[in-house]
């Protein structure tokens, strides 16, 4: 992957070389210490020529401007000043590394008319620089990717700000979001063929080193805890499954921890009920959940938060082979409820029924969310701008989609009901593991909450935001990294001490 870059903060100078990007607001307003970085003022010029009104992460560029020694003067605007928020300063980062194009040496002048924004501003700056340098191109030797430039080696971005140390200090919460976020964008981009269940259990134990506790569960351990919906699914594949339990604790040892559950299949062909050849590569994301629930453990650990977490993940390749589960087996779960496998490509489910049961089991958690690649039909309902959001607790619906609001990772939450749950009925065992192709995402949520009692939870289907989401100004990747940044707002906001 592109080498992530290095970020300092530092006081307004001027910037003597490399590329310098500055900021503009509405209008096209200079800030104090922007029009110090312009002596022959070629800016103003500059953005009445290219029509540059300062919008929202907009930008124009002076190649080798007068006056200075830099090789590029870029300005990125910020557009209406009352409407700046967290997200619109990912953005404006976002637009600047982008603006700086194949720099290894970037300054930020952060500055407006309207004055230098906060510490905890400039921090979403610069984590929107971080965000949109990352590039999945560990495999390639082209140097180019979705219309960005390469830098050749190791980038340095310095922030000119009002307080260094407090954008510094501000930083570090950040930073380590930003890295869940960036660690949940490899594990998806990786193919399967590096990555199967026991390579990504072991990306799991590297979460030890921030003082996470990490534990693997082999396939003869998930066999004694009779786990016959997860292992159904993974029989078919000559790469054993594993379940990974990451604990958080960082609030106080009587709170009841949070938990959340994700999806972890590392290849989906869709077993016996196999899938059309076309597109069938996408299926290494099936992991997409399991990916964000690494990725949000990563990013609470890494800050260092108060709150106890448990983040659990089932890790199973589904693969169609001699002894692979068929159409019409009925296997038994962990909760001692049997399942009729109607078709084996709905797969997702099996292995989350097992994952839920136990986690509610082993650590009566205050709420569970679960995150998976479950269903193309909230796809078809919701496209590729929301997750689907099923909830039994309308007070935990209420803090995601609150959460999604601020990050702009949104949920939007579709219903659940005693009609749909009649859909998964079954005639030859407790329920079946589709309902068919009406409601099809909303049955699946309805096949959820049969595995997790009273225990407040929600089911986030993230189908169609965890890959192959639109590109924005804070990724260009296939992988998405989505959820981690919304269920970090969620703890942030509402559970930790």
């Not at 310098?20 to 200079?30: C, I, K, Y």
């Not at 979460?207 to 082999?218: D, F, M, N, R, W």
């Not at 607790?393 to 990050?407: C, H």
Request: with cysteine; charged share 25%.
């Amino acid at each position: 992957m592109t080498d992530r870059p290095t970020v300092a903060f530092a006081r307004f100078a001027m910037p003597k070389k490399g590329s310098a990007v500055v900021l503009a607001g509405e209008g096209g307003g200079l800030g104090e210490n922007v029009r110090a970085c312009d002596p022959e003022s070629v800016l103003p010029r500059a953005f009445e020529a290219a029509g540059f009104s300062g919008g929202l992460a907009k930008s124009v560029e002076i190649l080798a401007p007068a006056g200075t020694e830099l090789d590029r003067l870029s300005a990125v605007g910020t557009g209406k000043a009352d409407l700046l928020g967290e997200t619109s300063w990912l953005r404006i980062g976002g637009a600047a590394m982008a603006a700086a194009r194949s720099a290894s040496d970037i300054v930020i002048v952060a500055d407006l008319p309207t004055g230098a924004p906060s510490a905890e501003d400039v921090a979403s700056l610069a984590l929107g620089m971080i965000l949109r340098a990352y590039n999945f191109d560990k495999y390639k030797t082209t140097s180019r990717e979705n219309g960005d430039e390469k830098p050749s080696g190791k980038v340095k971005v310095t922030i000119q700000c009002a307080d260094p140390a407090a954008a510094k200090k501000a930083f570090v919460r950040a930073e380590a979001v930003g890295g869940g976020v960036i660690l949940a964008r490899d594990l998806v981009n990786e193919p399967a063929n590096v990555l199967g269940p026991v390579e990504f259990a072991a990306k799991v134990k590297d979460l030890e080193k921030l003082g996470a506790k990490v534990e693997i569960l082999t396939e003869k351990e998930m066999k004694k805890l009779r786990m016959g919906a997860l292992l159904g699914v993974a029989q078919g594949s000559v790469r054993p499954p594993r379940l990974a339990i990451i604990e958080w604790n960082g609030g106080k040892a009587k709170d009841k921890p949070v938990a959340f559950v994700g999806k972890g299949v590392v290849f989906d062909t869709g077993g016996i009920s196999i899938k059309p050849a076309g597109g069938m590569e996408d299926m290494k994301g099936d992991m997409g959940g399991a990916a964000a629930v690494v990725g949000l453990m990563h990013a609470l650990a890494a800050r260092k938060a108060k709150v106890n977490a448990i983040g659990m993940i089932g890790l199973v390749e589904n693969m169609p082979d001699g002894n692979a589960q068929r159409p019409g087996d009925i296997v038994t779960s962990m909760s001692g409820q049997t399942i009729e496998v109607i078709n084996t490509d709905a797969e997702g489910r099996l292995v989350l029924a097992d994952l839920l049961w136990y986690c509610n089991d082993r650590y009566a958690p205050g709420f569970m969310v679960n995150l998976a690649t479950l269903t193309g039909a909230i796809m078809v309902a919701l496209g590729h701008h929301h997750a689907g959001l099923f909830s039994n607790d309308d007070a935990l619906a209420d803090n995601l989609t609150e959460a999604g609001i601020a990050t702009e990772e949104r949920v939007w939450r579709m219903p659940l009901g005693t009609e749909y749950d009649k859909m998964i009925d079954s005639k030859n065992a407790d329920m079946k593991n589709t309902g068919g192709r009406m409601a099809g995402s909303i049955t699946a949520a309805q096949f959820l909450k049969r595995f997790v009692k009273e225990t407040p939870w929600a089911h986030l289907d993230v189908a169609g935001t965890a890959m192959g989401s639109p590109l924005s100004e804070i990724n260009r990747s296939w992988g998405s990294g989505f959820g981690v940044r919304l269920l970090d707002r969620l703890v942030a906001d509402h559970y930790e001490n």
